[in-house]
């Protein structure tokens, strides 16, 4: 089963709202991503979680804040979003964060609409 | 120059027909190489790893060259359903973290 989880499928936020998106993965993966995907475009990583910590931020502005509270699970806290970032947001995980044997697996990825 | 480059398409192929893409990537140490199938408004999945000694996977084949920093993907007897947008992946590394750098898709239309 390579299946990973993500609540809720449809976002819509105002400018001054505070959200989260969750995402589990009960695979025993020790990999775990977060990715910004607008239309036409392909993914764009933005946080990277391995062993549960934060491994890698790819200078993503403070109004987006990852948390991993144990190894199955994943959130992503917004807070005073921007219309542009407005996107669809797409989880991953891997068995591990380095090796040879590192496919991601994709979650179905929230549709966030900030207004 | 980007990490790694597709041709975006479309390419418009009837069913039946075979149709490669091709995908250059610019480290030479990348190590792992993918190819992912995007549907619209969908997830990316995984589609195959790509092998230094090339793979199959039914009517799909994937090869890389390493010298010349390119993977290819081949599919066979198209079918409606592999219209899809194709996203090649390489792997980079930051601080002995593994990212996956994606490729902007090949967009690819199966016609009846």
């Known amino acids: 089963d390579t299946e990973v989880t993500q609540t809720p499928k449809h976002l819509v936020m105002g400018m001054t709202n505070k959200k989260s998106l969750k995402c589990e993965q009960h695979?025993?993966?020790?990999?775990m991503y977060w990715y910004k995907q607008k239309a036409k475009k392909p993914p764009e990583l933005m946080f990277v979680?391995?062993?549960?910590?934060?491994?890698i931020n790819e200078s993503v502005p403070s109004r987006f804040s990852p948390e991993c509270p144990n190894s199955s699970l994943l959130n992503l806290h917004l807070h005073a979003l921007q219309p542009e970032d407005s996107a669809l947001y797409l989880c991953?995980?891997?068995?591990?964060?380095?090796?040879?044997?590192?496919?991601?697996?994709f979650g179905p990825g929230t549709r966030l609409t900030v207004t | 120059r980007k990490e790694v480059e597709q041709d975006p398409g479309p390419f418009n192929v009837p069913e039946g027909a075979t149709v490669a893409f091709n995908c250059t990537y610019s480290?030479?140490?990348?190590?792992?190489f993918f190819w992912y199938r995007q549907d619209c408004r969908k997830e990316p999945k995984l589609l195959m790893s790509?092998?230094?000694s090339g793979n199959e996977d039914g009517r799909f084949t994937a090869q890389l060259n390493r010298a010349s920093q390119y993977i290819s993907l081949l599919i066979r007897d198209s079918k409606l359903s592999d219209s899809a947008t194709y996203l090649c992946?390489?792997?980079?590394?930051?601080?002995?973290?593994?990212?996956?750098?994606f490729g902007t898709g090949t967009r690819l239309k199966v016609l009846a």
């Open positions: 790509v092998y230094s």
């Open positions: 992946v390489v792997t980079s590394t930051t601080s002995g973290t593994y990212k996956y750098i």
């Open positions: 991953a995980s891997s068995p591990f964060p380095s090796g040879t044997s590192y496919e991601q697996y």
């Open positions: 480290n030479s140490a990348s190590q792992s």
């Open positions: 695979m025993g993966h020790r990999a």
């Open positions: 979680y391995s062993y549960e910590k934060l491994s």
